[in-house]
């Protein structure tokens, strides 16, 4: 919630982002504008009041009704912090005990004149301030301005920047005071003070607000965008730690930031849960830095891993809020109250873990390992300033330094990013390139080993073609040819004999040069061929032929040798018919039946008996039966004296043989 709170106003903070500066270029470029000199407050009176407990500030004050001595004190003013937070014995009051500072500032004579009030309204300005509690500023014992946030996270990282005359007929007032209450353990601060118009000092208050409030956020909110890509990507690449890392780092760098822009107005949380972050998200940076620099160099650490988590868990259960509701713990686990303690624990586990990382680094050469672990240690030691700073130990006007810092850790660790990234990408297309090789040197191979395949299939088709030629011409037109010489050698055959033999020889070879002709599957065009070579034979004889073929489907098995069985085994029937028959008409006709083909030859001669013809052992019958059988198909024959039907069953569907 505390996030969203923060990012809610991100655009309206850049838009006021690019007005200051302009403003701040305005000024700079034009010193004529700083024609009049700012007061600026280095001594100023205090008077110290303790109390018991917070009380809300007076809407106006007497100076005579504030009882105490008046000291005077240079600014910066300091009150030192008590590091070990420590109770007086039988005082249950203790850590209650609070302390009212009054600073008092006498405004010169000559800068209150009544010109120099009409001319322009006059501005307070505060370059830091520090405490638990609350800051009012009074003129001539007005109230002009108070702290309205919490009293832990009040805004004492912002700048104040108060007008002080701007409303009409105002009059600067003579005397400043600045109420600043805090708890007596925790200490508070107050820098100089500046007293001038917006042409003198408003860019002084623009500079250091874009120093101390908004560089931060913008910086810390840059990562935390980083960060949730890097999210992002890890969810699609869950074998990378890396990018889970990053994004760890950038979370709990974003939690620890807020403290320094946060505070103005009142945290949707309280401030025991929003301490609690606070310090605790600092132990968990420091715990996710260290992983992220175990996926960076990748040297198994198991003791030092274990330490670091075991640490992180110690502090982050130590200082849960409700822990201080226990009976007699009440502000001591605060997290506020013991964060010196703690960070002394945070530096010397981050000093440490850092230095480790640094070592395995330098082992595995790991240079993205080193830059960012010895900026690691460094940060580690720089960061003791920022201790110093908050625990007032430094001049209270001096500015963290931990934001450019981690803006230092971010940069680096962006670019280990980008490194891996483009290395992985590189890594992709050395990949991409080897496989593309590899392949394409498959692709000849395969491309060569196919092409000597095609040739050896080829050749095989070509021999088997010639053998299958050569078979089919010794069983029929070489034995016809041989039976027909050894007849007219003996002299027993007659011309027209021998005429008949040498025209069924020449059917036989045409019937053979046709069966090498694609058909396509189709039954009807090898029909057509057997009638256009038998038409003749036919004609001469007398015998008429009806043709009474019809379409039927196609025989997708249907290829050369199988087309020449067919043939032959027509022509066989066409033959015998013309022998033995003395028929005067025959009939040729094809009808689909279920997953067959059906080819009937009808004709009207004289029938002879099929059980006689097959016992006589004779090859006519049984060569048909036995070509029909090699092709899956089936003969029949019904013969009676009126004539004899012949009937071919061919499958649709490719047989198995």
């Not at 005990?97 to 600073?103: E, F, G, L, Q, R």
């Not at 008949?500 to 065009?525: H, N, R, T, W």
């Not at 489907?553 to 087309?563: M, V």
Request: aromatic share 10%; net charge neutral.
């Amino acid at each position: 919630m505390v996030c969203w709170m923060a990012e809610r106003s991100a655009g309206k903070t850049y838009l006021r982002h690019f007005g200051r500066l302009l403003a701040l270029c305005s000024i700079l470029w034009h010193p004529s504008a700083q024609a009049d000199m700012p007061i600026h407050f280095t001594s100023a009176e205090l008077l110290s009041i303790d109390g018991i407990g917070f009380s809300a500030p007076p809407d106006s004050i007497d100076a005579a009704d504030l009882h105490g001595e008046w000291m005077p004190v240079a600014l910066p003013h300091v009150l030192p912090r008590q590091l070990i937070p420590t109770a007086e014995p039988g005082d249950i009051m203790s850590n209650q005990k609070t302390v009212v500072n009054w600073y008092r500032l006498q405004v010169p004579a000559t800068s209150t004149a009544p010109k120099s009030s009409a001319a322009t309204p006059s501005y307070l300005y505060i370059p830091r301030w520090k405490t638990i509690g609350q800051i009012a500023v009074y003129g001539d014992q007005h109230l002009l301005y108070q702290s309205h946030a919490s009293l832990l996270w009040n805004g004492r990282n912002h700048p104040l920047w108060i007008p002080i005359n701007d409303t009409a007929g105002a009059v600067p007032p003579k005397t400043i005071m600045l109420r600043i209450e805090s708890l007596r353990s925790s200490g508070s601060a107050i820098s100089t003070v500046w007293l001038g118009d917006e042409q003198s000092i408003g860019w002084r208050y623009t500079l250091r607000n874009l120093l101390q409030i908004e560089i931060p956020f913008m910086s810390s909110a840059a990562f935390l965008a980083v960060g949730l890509f890097s999210l992002c990507v890890w969810l699609k690449q869950r074998n990378e730690p890396l990018y889970l890392m990053f994004f760890c780092t950038s979370l709990t760098g974003y939690l620890h930031s807020m403290i320094y822009y946060v505070g103005l107005n009142r945290l949707p949380i309280s401030d025991q849960w929003f301490g609690w972050l606070a310090v605790d998200s600092m132990c968990w940076m420091v715990a996710s830095s260290h992983f992220f620099l175990v996926s960076v160099h990748r040297r198994p650490q198991p003791w030092l891993n274990r330490a670091v988590i075991g640490i992180t868990a110690v502090i982050t259960i130590i200082t849960l809020p409700f822990l201080t509701s226990l009976p007699g713990v009440a502000n001591w686990l605060t997290p506020f109250l013991l964060s010196p303690l703690f960070f002394v624990l945070m530096f010397v586990m981050g000093f440490g873990a850092f230095s480790c990382d640094l070592y395995s680094s330098w082992r595995v050469k790991s240079r993205d390992g080193i830059l960012l672990a010895g900026w690691s240690v460094l940060v580690s030691l720089i960061s003791t300033y920022d201790f110093l700073l908050v625990n007032n130990f430094v001049s209270v006007e001096s500015g963290f330094v931990s934001p450019y810092l981690s803006g230092g850790s971010f940069l680096i660790s962006v670019y280990i990013m980008l490194h891996r990234y483009i290395g992985a990408i590189d890594g992709v297309k050395q990949v991409n390139a080897t496989l593309e090789q590899r392949v394409q040197l498959r692709e000849d191979e395969l491309a060569a080993s196919y092409n000597r395949l095609r040739e050896i299939e080829l050749q095989q088709t070509l021999s088997q073609e010639r053998q299958r030629l050569m078979q089919d011409m010794h069983d029929g037109l070489g034995s016809s040819l041989v039976s027909a010489l050894r007849v007219v050698e003996r002299g027993k055959m007659a011309e027209a004999d021998i005429a008949q033999v040498l025209k069924g020889c020449i059917d036989d070879l045409k019937l053979a040069i046709d069966s090498m002709e694609p058909v396509e599957a189709d039954l009807l065009l090898l029909l057509a061929t057997l009638r256009f070579r038998l038409g003749p034979r036919l004609e001469s004889t007398g015998i008429a032929l009806l043709w009474q073929v019809t379409n039927v489907p196609a025989l997708d098995w249907l290829d050369p040798k199988n087309a020449l069985h067919i043939l032959r085994i027509l022509q066989e029937v066409f033959t015998n018919i013309i022998k033995h028959t003395q028929a005067t008409e025959i009939r040729v006709a094809t009808r689909a039946d279920g997953d067959c083909v059906l080819v009937t030859i009808t004709d009207n001669g004289h029938g002879f008996s099929v059980d006689s013809a097959q016992k006589s052992g004779g090859k006519g019958l049984s060569n048909q039966t036995r070509r029909a059988q090699s092709i899956g198909a089936e003969v029949s024959w019904d013969s009676n004296d009126s004539g004899t039907c012949f009937t071919l069953r061919l499958p649709v569907r490719r047989y198995q043989i």
